[in-house]
């Protein structure tokens, strides 16, 4: 299957050629035999954070299950799916603390957003990474039947939970984000929270809630943090983001005026920008030091569709 090259595919944490073969995740046997080949491989995870192999400079992500067991016992694996020369699983350590694999010279044990940052991985590699922490992460945090309280089993290779006791059946979670600009005429609006590096503005974002369209959480989101009346909503890409578990949803907005009104609590400034100004900003030129986030954020490509590639509403 040829990689469509839509916006969405460019983007960190995107690229995933995995076939997830879902027919084989209700045969146990089936996926207990591909984990015993010795081509299988696995995507090692202490809590949060990936392990990663070091061959000199060059770093991998893909343990043998020989390696991956004598990093400690696993906690959970999950089968992620076959990349046409082996099938590639997720595996959590049962000792979740990163620091007992530190220090060691054949291995690099650094965080999902670093990996991504400082292109450690091919970015083939960066969506079955993102898809391995998200699931396993899911695990962690849902071991009780959020019915009946019982504790809860794996089951289909990773992809759902099973209550022994009510029979309830528990699926992974994936949270959608509305991340937008709203422009107008040559100018857009972007904004900065307190937490954000100095002189960082990016775009808006939000939760869509349970009733809402895409559009009407970018509207609302628009609204509630920056006092902007918004018309029509246009989609542009989508990106998971594995932190914990994201949709980032990716729209341009069109401002019906100019009018700005920060919350103050979610942003510390936002302001409109013109489209010169952004430019200076993704190149890294603006006269002020304003920065636009990095590449392999969903913002950045929203911003460069914008200024780079005339996307609008
Ligand atoms: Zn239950």
Known sequence: MDAVRELSATLGYAENALNRMAELRDKPDALAALQALNEARAIVLAGD??????????????????????????????????????????????????????????????????????????????????EAKSLLYWHRRHRFCAVCGQATEMKSGGWKRVCPSCEAEHFPRTDPVAIMMAVRQDKCVLGRQSRFPPGMYSCLAGFIEPGETIENAVRRELFEEAGIKTGAVRYLASQPWPFPGSMM????????????????????????????????????????????????AIANAIMRAWAFDGENV
């Open 49 to 130: 954070i990936p392990i990663l192999k070091r061959h000199g400079d060059a770093f991998d992500a893909l343990f043998s299950f020989d390696e991956a067991h004598a990093l400690g016992h696993a906690r959970e694996c999950v089968f992620l799916g076959h990349d046409g020369a082996r099938p590639i699983f997720g595996l959590a350590l049962e000792v979740p603390e990163p620091e007992t694999h530190q220090g060691r010279d054949d291995l690099l044990v650094i965080d999902a957003r670093s990996i991504a940052v400082q292109a450690l991985l091919p970015p083939k590699w960066l969506g079955p990474l993102g």
């Open 249 to 296: 949803i990716g729209c341009i907005a069109e401002a019906l005026d100019d009018e700005l009104v920060i919350d103050g609590e979610e942003l510390e400034d936002a302001r409109w920008f013109s489209r010169d100004e952004v430019v200076l900003m993704l190149k890294g030129e603006h006269p002020d030091g304003l920065l636009a986030p990095q590449p392999i």
